[in-house]
């Protein structure tokens, strides 16, 4: 049996500032442990605040001559980046896989996803050209679009290539220095972006790395020189770096969790259904916010039950679904699973004590797919975000009762309806309180140019991460207007 291939030897990870790779002064290290075997795979510096100034005032010093060397210029540079990307696709795979457990193809896609934001910010050249229009007689008026100046992402460990990639490109592109602050979980993927910026020829401080944990991450939010900071995380997380963040004067987009809802209803198609939601809360061992966790099922949907429980039970971790990010998730997630026991749920797939065969991958946080059945809307698996390969069955008597279920979410994240009628899907679009719907599509994440992002408890500020959304948070607009002669026929402008 075939799993990812983990790194020969443990990488040590390092700082990049100013174009160097500097280990910070008096930092601690922590061990970064491969969730497949639990071994240790490098090594990453934590960073305490002081050991961001540096890092800040060489973007800042960056920042000045990337914005003036013009959008074009720019892209010219993104563009020998994304090459790059595009060349050692596989073996950043290899690598975001090692560290974050997923299954190679899944650290695939998310690469892939990361070079479609590549290419939408790659478009802004031609797309993004401003605006310009005669308003009155002799007076016109015209936008243009100006970088912030420096800016940073702090992002989690669920998707080490995929999330920093719907940042850094449209930040760059805008004419921001940009300064990546990964998951301590998952520095290795990061490290091997900033070595595909440095041979991409990026000048020096225009990408920037930074290690570390909270002393970091509250670095940056403290430092007067950093104009906005993207983050994904958990919601309590989120909301803390929003509310610090904001009061500090920065733009702050903080995405938070989820508690997705898959509402299926009899007359869902039945071929595509099971698979579809098996994918759904399955992928990325159920580690990420598109993830399914509650399938509300109205009416008799039995027979789709059995279905999704059969495919499930099928999977084999390690192959077809990869490792938790850690221990700590794996105790914490087998203890959800015996109080749901406990508070009269059924298991209806027990992924408990799965493991793949071999003794190379015996130390590694397995749990195969898991499905609660009987699960109320009081219970605390059909209300809060496990963050597993976990799915709990709510049954509902009417489509009524599943979008009161869904609206009654603090969440805002995602939802699907699966429906073979027109009108009832429709009226789910219309009626389903999240950012992004899916009709038939379990995991309804939305293709560049639209943006992704959710509403509610699983987004504090305003916009999106990407498409267009990205392009307004990372930037901002001057507005101009000028007159050069009088007139006498014009309006009040004139």
């Not at 950043?92 to 939408?120: I, M, Q, Y």
């Not at 500090?248 to 099971?274: E, Q, S």
């Not at 219970?379 to 489509?399: C, D, K, Y």
Request: charged share 20%; proline share 6%; net charge neutral.
């Amino acid at each position: 049996m075939a799993f990812v291939q983990l790194p020969d030897s443990p990488v040590l990870c390092r700082n990049l500032v100013g174009g160097e790779w500097i280990s910070p002064a008096g930092a601690a290290t922590l061990d970064v442990r491969s969730p497949y075997t639990g071994g240790v795979i490098g090594r990453v510096p934590l960073t305490p605040s002081a050991g961001v100034a540096p890092i800040v005032e060489a973007a800042k010093k960056a920042a000045v001559g990337w914005q003036a060397i013009g959008l074009r210029e720019r892209t010219a540079h993104l563009s020998r980046f994304r090459a790059l990307l595009e060349k050692n696709l596989e073996r950043l795979a290899h690598l975001a896989a090692s560290e974050a457990g997923k299954t190679v193809a899944e650290a695939r896609a998310g690469l892939l996803k990361g070079l479609e934001v590549c290419d939408f910010s790659l478009s802004l050249q031609n797309l993004d050209t401003g605006g310009a229009m005669e308003v009155s007689r002799g007076v016109t008026c015209e936008f243009r679009r100006e970088p912030l100046g420096v800016v940073a992402g702090i992002t989690p460990f669920n998707f080490p290539a995929m999330v920093p990639l719907w940042m850094i490109p449209t930040a760059l592109i805008v004419g921001n220095a940009f300064i990546l602050k990964p998951s301590e979980k998952v520095p290795l993927t990061a490290c091997a972006l900033g070595e595909l910026m440095l041979e991409a020829g990026l000048p020096p401080g225009v990408f920037s790395l930074l290690h570390g944990g909270k002393e970091a991450v509250q670095g940056l939010l403290e430092h007067p020189d950093v104009q906005a900071v993207g983050f994904v995380g958990s919601s309590a997380v989120a909301r803390r770096v929003y509310a610090e963040g904001a009061s500090r004067g920065k733009r702050v987009l903080a995405l938070g969790g989820a508690k997705n809802h898959l509402i299926v209803v009899p007359d869902a198609d039945p071929d595509l259904t099971p698979q579809a939601v098996v994918d759904s809360f399955t992928g990325c061992a159920g580690q990420r916010c598109m993830a399914a966790s509650v399938l509300v099922a109205v009416g008799n949907v039995q027979s789709l039950i059995d279905e999704v429980a059969r495919r499930a039970a099928s999977m084999e971790v390690g192959s077809s679904m990869g490792a938790l990010i850690d221990r700590a998730s794996q105790e914490r997630l087998e203890t959800a699973i015996a109080r749901a026991e406990s508070e009269g749920a059924r298991v209806l797939v027990d992924g408990r004590g799965k493991k793949p065969q071999g003794a190379a991958w015996a130390g590694g946080n397995w749990l195969g797919p898991t499905i609660l059945d009987n699960v109320r809307p009081d219970m605390e698996a059909a209300q809060r975000e496990l963050f597993g390969p976990l799915i709990s069955i709510v049954r509902v008597p009417t489509l009524s009762a599943a979008l009161e279920l869904e609206a009654a979410s603090p969440y805002g994240n995602a939802a699907s309806i699966f429906t073979t009628n027109g009108a009832v899907a429709q009226h789910v679009v219309e009626s389903a309180r999240a950012g992004m719907v899916g009709v038939n599509v379990g995991v309804p994440v939305p293709r560049e140019p639209f943006s992704f992002g959710g509403i509610n408890e699983s987004r504090f500020g305003h916009g999106d991460i990407t498409g267009p959304g990205g392009v307004e948070f990372w930037s901002q607009t001057k507005k101009v207007t000028r007159k050069w002669t009088a007139r006498t026929d014009g309006s009040w402008m004139s």
